[in-house]
């Protein structure tokens, strides 16, 4: 990867110098033949996978395996993975942005390899593909287009949620090559396919195909620029057309002078195009201007966002136009600032004065070399330079007055980075623009599906990334590939990951599971924190018992209320209640949630736990809801059944049998005196019958339930006084002697607004005091026979109390019976 000049391999195109990077040497075995394999790269420097060429003639050598395989490399060569595969004929082999490999089938089916460990989500592109066969197809950063047997294109925009749709028709002939414009690049924001049919070139999308109007056809390559602005087309004659990606605008053209058919025209960043043959590639520039380079054997091309990488058994190399920093900076003469700082730097190393004169020189403009020269660190492979740079950056801040580090010291971070994934054993050489576009997290992202853990991990606290991920990743492939016993392997994950935050041990267990180590999953789940990832997967794994222990003691009612429903769906009942018998909290739950909703879920569980009490109310309480007197005692039947071989439930037994012969004469009372009777209780029905005149019936009530003598006079007399039956009343106060004597009388009719009646029962008030009597007659408005009252009792003092509150001619008898009283005088 080094070169003792900074400028070796540079080659000037046109205007523009564009560069070729040695990355790695030795690549692949030299038995590997690149020309008989498809090879498709991921973006941003990412993996190559490899698939043979079922097309072409394979040699057998001895030893060799003719199992067919999908071989997935890092830019280095290293074997990251291979895929055996027998699922027909590969007819599609492309990447995502996010480093999923996708692989199409003849027949329409499609494989998402989303990690290197061979795991896959599959869909099927379906409008006939299995019918016609699939052709070919083309990929971009998130879906791809295939091209059908009967020339139909079927597009997936989302490998996430996969629905192949077909676009629309087109003119029929023969399709000679095509090529897309990703939704992020089009105009319409929606996959464009250009595709050569005769001497043009059709645009089509999911509503129209439209002819571009070329005559110069056929075209035998099509190729889009990453930015989507430009495409480049082989014509029959040998000829590469650059023209805006709306064929308005032609830019340049050139002669390859080269009758055989390329088998590759790719785009080398924005504004070159690589055309290349077996071993012959030619790079061309704008305004047709080319550079050209010649190998010993086969070259791979795999295209990128800022340049074109090239492989070879014997190498990996990477085309990219030159930076404008690092042009600037090494360019043969140049005299900007930045290089005369880099010069000054050398100068300083060799302790020349001349170092201090180059700082002068460039003085009112060595800020701005400073930030040049960071940049072009930034763009540079070479170690060694990329420290020169850094140095004379360092150098340039430091006699600066002010200048702010902060791009500096990122730089410093990112070339550590940079340096450490490109690394051979990693082999992952991003450049600068590929890392700013990939970001460092998706980085991360890449060496954990390399297993590469410890760089993961030494890469994320470097740059103050979270290390969760990495360490869950890692557990999961540990029970995953560990032929270690299921505690030992427990015991190791536990000790490696305690104390770390945020680790979800849910996700190591559900790995754990997939594999079919049931037992170690549940050993997992115990150190999983939180209740709500541990349950879901415990019920999954038929843990019930655990998933239940768990969701009580997480204290999350919503939580027992799931794994009960769930519970109660996929268990018999008589095992559900097993269950949750001994647990009172999901017991409780279990009851709240079926006497809202399942009645005879509630039943069941009285019946299963014994419990005749709650049973014996449920019936009673239901007995009471309903409508037809038949149901009713039936249900009565029922709860009395109950409770009829329990010595401790006589008096519930009592009183169920006395309520259904309350329903009987209650319906018999009904059917001659009209309805409002079922479901009154002994006491409302006396009244009632009392208040309706039948007051026999309501005595026969009153002997049937033993109703006490002092309960049935208060019940008659709130009855007659609810119904102002005042001569009724008249007559009770003939009786001699009353069970609850005679003060509720005066009360309760003088509470309903009669005087005159309630004044009958103040003389039968024997046992109240003088002053409780003349209160009582003072509140009929009677003052005469208060004072009455006083005389008899010969009390003076009330008297006149009472002849203050008397008018007219009261007053006058009042004094009488105060004469009667006074002392006489002598």
Known sequence: MSA????????????????????????????????????????????????RNENKLQTVRSGSTAKAAIDIYSCAGKLLRRINWDKGAIKGLGWSEDEKLIVV????????????QGDFIPFNLAHGADEHGVISCRFWSTGFVALLGNNEFVTVSKYEEPRPKVLAAHPEGEIHCWTLIAPGDSLSRSVEVLFAIDRT????????????????GPFRHLAVSPNGKFVALYTDDGKVWVVSSDFQNRFSEYDTRVKTLPKDLHWCGNNAVI?????????????????????????????????????????????????DSVEEVFRLGSTSPASVLLDAVEQLEQKSPKADDDIQMIRSN?????????????????????????????LGKSVLDLYNSDEFVEMCETLRVLNAVRFYEIGIPLSYEQYLRLTPERLIERLINRQEYLLALKLSDFLHLPTERIYVHWASQKVKVSLDSDDAICRIIVQKLNGKKGISFEEIAQAAY??????????????????????????????????????????????????????????PLASFFRTINGRPVATALVQALAADQDKELLKDLFYQDDRRDDGCNLL??????????????????????LLQDSKENTFQAKCIDETQRLLKIQDAIEKDAGPGFTGLSVNETIFKLVRIGQLKRAQRVQSEFKVPEKSFWWIRLRALVSKRDWIELEEMAKVKRSPISWEPFYNEILAAGN??????????????????????????????????????????????????????NTVGELDRMIAQLAPTKR
Request: overall charge negative; proline content about 3%; aromatic content about 10%.
């Open 4 to 51: 003792s000049k900074p400028m070796s391999g540079w080659d000037k195109v046109g205007d523009r110098f564009y560069r070729k990077v040695q990355l790695y040497t030795a690549v692949f075995d030299t038995e590997l033949e690149l020309e008989n394999y498809l090879v498709a790269g991921a973006p941003y420097s990412g993996a190559l996978a490899f698939h």
């Open 105 to 116: 089938t003849e027949d329409g089916t499609v494989r998402v390899y989303y990690d290197f």
């Open 201 to 216: 070139v059709f645009v089509l999308d999911a509503t129209e195909a439209e002819d571009r109007g070329l005559d110069r």
């Open 275 to 323: 055309v290349a043959w077996e071993d012959e590639v030619h790079l061309i520039g704008p305004n047709g201007a080319s550079s050209k380079y010649y190998y010993d054997n086969w070259v791979q091309l795999v295209p990128d966002i800022d340049g074109i990488r090239l492989f070879t058994n014997d190498a990996c190399e990477f085309i990219q136009r030159v930076p």
């Open 366 to 394: 060595l800020d701005e070399a400073v930030d040049t020269c960071v940049k072009a660190a930034g763009h540079e492979y070479d170690v060694h330079w990329q420290k020169q740079l850094m140095k004379a950056a360092s």
């Open 514 to 571: 997939d594999e079919g180590r049931a037992k170690l999953a549940t050993e997992l789940l115990n150190y999983e924190p939180r209740a709500g990832k541990q349950v879901p997967l415990l019920l999954n794994m038929k843990e019930d018992v655990i998933a239940l222990d768990k969701a009580v003691e997480s204290g999350d009612p919503d939580l027992v209320y799931s794994v009960l429903l769930q519970l109660k769906k996929k268990l």
């Open 620 to 641: 009673f309480d239901e007995a009471l809801a309903q409508k037809v007197l038949s149901a009713r005692l039936e249900k009565l039947k029922l709860a009395a059944k």
């Open 755 to 808: 005087t005159r009646t309630a004044s009958l029962f103040i003389p039968k008030c024997t046992g109240l005091t003088v002053s409780d009597r003349i209160e009582m007659w003072l509140k009929c408005g009677l003052i005469v026979r208060a004072g009455e009252e006083a005389l008899k009792a010969k009390d003076l003092g009330a008297l006149h109390d009472l002849k203050s509150k008397a008018a007219g």
